[in-house]
């Protein structure tokens, strides 16, 4: 069926279409709804939420509902928790946060303090454990030196570089920022971006203590924000289409023709929310030169590995805390990284245990890396091994963060002559690096990129006629503009 034929023969009334619903589809979707446009989002898989979802396992004979990857958020993602705000109401019913706590099996403790920034880590640090004096100096020195240097670092360097510049202490690269950095940035220390590092040290450690809180799902990550988001959308007239793969968009007389496996019709502007590399095959060899950065992006993997032991069994174990930092220990294959406590689920009390740059690990198979994680927290931890341990590995999970990635924005295909067609996707916000918040902010940034095209362009429906001002998302605000390069503070 063409709908354009039928639904949509009047070009005064196309649609946006989002083509993908991750968390950046979504918060494109959201955003333009609120201001008033007709939304269709097309997402090639049965649910919402792409890289971030709720998944269920079978675990000692019984379904549990876990996630298809450990995620932790943090007080700094603003963007994200406005965006739960206004679909559920109240981001508490679905995240707890908690203050910063950073803690390691091998004695290391840092924990913010009640005070307004700076003071917080002042105290922080009078309070800390397991850290030698020359550890709190060279902590000082790194965090005071980055303010100092208004977080900019020498462009194309490490953070292996930075750390030696900086003078760490071996003991706090391997305790404290190695495990930082992998965890934020899915990229080892010596081959991860500096710049990036220093953004998110800038917008966690380097700002108010409510930035730097963990904020955990009580519940799946599709509680948070994929399905009160569905709700909120189809509510308010937006089509949300399920197993709905978009396998290409063209050009058709001034407007973009999208073709499903089941239909064609027609949009005013495209919001492509897929990932770079599921753009080429949309936009076909015509276009190659246009989406060839996109082809620069390199992929690591992520591996979870969720614990469950029966309560009945152990009534007593294992005490977990909410967040822990394990050590690696590649010559035993534990290669657990942080531990989160899952809560109990019917008389099972689960664990995630979280493997990030995991194409280190690719040889090891799931059941082994499980094994060796239900002997690390054993080892570790203490208590008794778990009755269930199984391994969730997401190949593709983010792109690695290099200094030499390039750097691609929402707008980069309509500046290359593909009118109207934006970009959103954790990769399109070249200040962070792949994440919730990345994500999210770059959906945010490129529907406000289609409602201030839209204001010159009558064909959108819902929005027709109505001029910037009348749109208070219209126009980019230095809120929703990526601080990329050539902007306002290039991460470089
Ligand atoms: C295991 C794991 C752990 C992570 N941990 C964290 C963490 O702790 N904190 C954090 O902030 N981030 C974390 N991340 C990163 C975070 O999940 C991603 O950055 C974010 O979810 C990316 O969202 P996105 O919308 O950009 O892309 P995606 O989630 O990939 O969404 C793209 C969507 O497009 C759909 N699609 C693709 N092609 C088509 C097509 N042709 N037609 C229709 N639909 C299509 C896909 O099915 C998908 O749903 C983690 C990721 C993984 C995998």
Wanted: proline share 7%.
């Amino acid at each position: 069926m063409t709908r354009a034929a039928v639904g949509h023969a009047d070009p005064a009334h196309l649609p946006v279409v989002v083509v993908g619903g991750g968390w950046a589809g979504l918060a494109s979707a959201i955003e333009l709804v609120s201001a008033g446009v007709t939304v269709q989002l097309h997402e090639m898989a049965p649910q919402l939420g792409g890289r971030a979802r709720g998944i269920q396992l079978q675990a000692c004979d019984r379904p549990v509902h876990l996630d298809n990857g450990q995620h932790l958020l943090v007080g700094a993602y603003h963007e994200t928790l406005r965006l739960v705000t206004r679909v559920t109401g109240d981001p508490w019913r679905v995240l707890s946060a908690r203050p910063l706590r950073l803690e390691s099996t091998d004695g290391l403790r840092l924990r913010s303090a009640p005070l307004p920034s700076p003071l917080h880590w002042s105290l922080a640090l009078l309070d800390a454990r397991g850290m030698s004096l020359a550890d709190r100096g060279a902590l000082v020195r790194l965090m005071s030196v980055l303010a100092r240097d208004r977080w900019r670092v020498d462009p194309g360097s490490t953070v292996g570089q930075l750390l030696a510049r900086l003078k760490q202490t071996a003991s706090l690269n391997r305790r404290l920022w190695e495990p930082l950095c992998v965890a934020a940035l899915n990229t080892t220390a010596e081959a991860a971006c500096a710049q990036t590092f220093a953004n998110v040290l800038r917008d966690t450690l380097g700002s108010d203590r409510a930035a730097s809180r963990f904020l955990l799902p009580r519940g799946t990550l599709s509680e948070v924000l994929p399905e009160p988001a569905a709700a909120w959308l189809t509510g308010r007239g937006a089509g949300i289409h399920l197993r709905s793969r978009v396998l290409r968009i063209e050009r058709h007389r001034g407007h973009w023709r999208v073709t499903t496996a089941s239909d064609t019709f027609d949009a005013a502007q495209v919001v492509l929310a897929v990932p770079p590399h599921s753009i080429a095959g949309l936009l076909g060899e015509a276009n190659a030169a246009a989406i060839a950065p996109l082809a620069a992006l390199h992929y690591d993997a992520i591996a979870t590995v969720y614990l469950g032991w029966r309560t009945h069994r152990h009534p007593s174990a294992p005490p977990l805390p909410p967040a822990l930092m394990l050590v690696e220990s590649a010559r035993r294959h534990q290669y657990g990284q942080w531990l989160f406590d899952r809560g109990r689920q019917q008389d099972l009390q689960l664990a995630a245990v979280v493997i990030s740059a995991a194409g280190r690990v690719g040889e090891l198979d799931a059941r082994m890396l499980a094994d060796g994680v239900a002997d690390q927290v054993v080892d570790q931890c203490g208590g008794l091994r778990a009755d269930w341990a199984q391994t969730v590995r997401e190949k593709r999970a983010t792109f690695r963060c290099l200094p030499d990635r390039p750097r691609i924005e929402s707008d980069h295909l309509h500046r290359e002559g593909l009118e109207h067609l934006w970009l959103a996707g954790d990769y399109a916000w070249p200040d962070y690096p792949a994440t919730i918040e990345a994500a999210v902010r770059s959906g945010v940034h490129a529907a406000a990129l289609v409602l201030a095209s839209a204001a010159h362009q009558p064909a959108v429906a819902g929005a027709a006629g109505r001029g910037r001002s009348a749109n208070p998302a219209a126009k980019p605000t230095s809120a929703t503009r990526p601080r990329g390069p050539g902007r306002s503070a290039p991460d470089r």
